[in-house]
């Protein structure tokens, strides 16, 4: 029996491309894999103890539950430090953004910044020589970076015709500011 020749070249850049090919894609598997493991033994190591050193947390968002240490009891927090230090709030600035007489009601309307205090109140007073104040209050609305006074709309049709000032004040617990203009009814 005689054994034949394959007539057909076997191309041997071909076979060492897909070699190639299929080592480089083992590689990137092996790769994966392990780096993913390692990742996943040390989340699983630190997260079982909850501890990496010490007293302290492996991450920002979880709660110590042990006995504070004889140091932890003895410093004050920064926050305790500052408790007795509260710093007044920053001047209020108030100005008036609309102020109009439309048939018998006058608008006044006040722009405050920088943000008032919860529980901030606006005052306008109506006044004029030889006439009784007028007085009106109102609360205050918070924006997103100052307030406002929720509004003023007086009935102005008893007021005598002429030159009026308006004072529009805000005041909250920390500090208070106004403003005046005239106005002509």
């Excluded at 920002?60 to 006995?67: F, G, R, W």
């Amino acid at each position: 029996m005689k054994i034949q020749k394959n007539n057909k070249p076997i191309n041997k850049k071909i076979i060492l491309a897909a070699l190639v090919a299929l080592s480089l894609l083992a590689s990137y598997f092996a790769w994966t894999y392990f780096s993913n493991r390692d990742q996943d033994l040390s989340t699983n190591d630190s997260s079982s103890t909850g501890k990496t050193d010490g007293n302290k947390s492996s991450s920002d968002d979880s709660i110590n539950y042990e006995p504070p240490t004889t140091d932890q009891q003895t410093t004050p927090t920064e926050s305790a430090k500052t408790a007795g230090n509260i710093s007044p709030k920053p001047d209020l600035n108030i100005t008036i953004s609309a102020l109009d007489v439309s048939g018998d009601t006058l608008r006044a309307r006040a722009l405050i910044t920088p943000m008032a205090a919860q529980g901030a109140t606006c005052k306008m007073t109506l006044s004029r020589t030889g006439y009784t104040p007028i007085t009106r209050t109102a609360g205050t609305q918070n924006l997103s970076s100052s307030s406002t006074c929720q509004g003023f709309d007086e009935n102005i049709s008893t007021l005598a015709p002429g030159v009026w000032t308006i004072t529009l004040q805000v005041t909250s617990a920390q500090s208070t500011a106004s403003t005046t203009k005239e106005v002509t009814l």
